[in-house]
Structure formats: structure tokens, C-alpha cells
Nanobody, 125 residues
């Protein structure tokens, strides 16, 4: 059974960068599309980005496009989210989630079958 563990969160100043990692264990990651979601304090969880199992299809929420980059290394069983030009409104717990699929990726929370426990990103001066 696939298990996902996020890491790389922390405190960063506005304009700074962080790279989040989503490490898989249990099964081979290459059959799974992976999405990143986030939940800010007092707000609902929202989709940030996703990558298909092959890495060929990628999509971003408008809030992330141009600043965040998702990538994956199936050999290492890890998906990354490089976040640049961070803003205070990016402060949230970031979650990765998996969907067993070899076609594209989705932004719907209810489609994801496996979730990590999250990593906290705080953007503040």
C-alpha cells in the first residue's frame, strides 16, 4: 500500500524559496499521479498542482503558476514542489496525495486515494 510523507516545510521570508518533497514507500510510485494541496489557517484545503505518473502532464492552480514547479523522480520515488517568490498568502499546511492512474492528473480532492500528513510552510518576515 502506498504511503506518502511530505518534508521540506519551514519558515521563510516573503520572496524566498522552499522545495517540498513527497516521498513514497510501500509500492512503486510510477503508477500514481500526484497532487499537491494546501490548507491555510481558517480556510478550506485547495489544490495547488499535479503531475501525471509519467511526469509528462503537469498542471497548476492560477495561484501557483509561474512561481511553483512540480517535478518527479520515479527512480527515487519522490515528487517535488519547488516554490519561489513566496508570499504570506502561501502560508499553509501542504499535502501531497496520490491517485492510481496512468492518464493525466486531477485537481479534485475526492479523487485522491492516498494522502500524506502534511508539512507546514510559513511565509513571514
Amino acid at each position: 500500500q502506498l504511503q506518502l510523507v511530505e518534508s521540506g516545510g519551514g519558515l521563510v521570508q516573503p520572496g524566498g524559496s522552499l522545495r517540498l518533497s513527497c516521498a513514497a514507500s510501500g509500492v512503486n510510485l510510477k503508477g500514481y499521479a500526484i497532487g499537491w494541496f494546501r490548507q491555510a489557517p481558517g480556510k478550506e484545503r485547495e489544490w495547488v498542482s499535479c503531475v501525471s505518473s509519467s511526469g509528462l502532464y503537469i498542471n497548476y492552480a492560477d495561484s501557483a503558476r509561474g512561481r511553483f514547479t512540480i517535478s518527479r523522480d520515479n527512480a527515487k520515488g519522490t515528487v517535488y514542489l519547488q516554490m519561489n517568490s513566496l508570499k504570506p498568502e502561501d502560508t499553509a499546511v501542504y499535502y501531497c496525495a496520490g491517485l492510481l492512474s496512468t492518464i493525466g492528473c486531477v485537481s479534485r480532492e475526492d479523487a485522491m486515494s492516498v494522502w500524506g500528513k502534511g508539512t507546514l510552510v510559513t511565509v513571514s518576515s
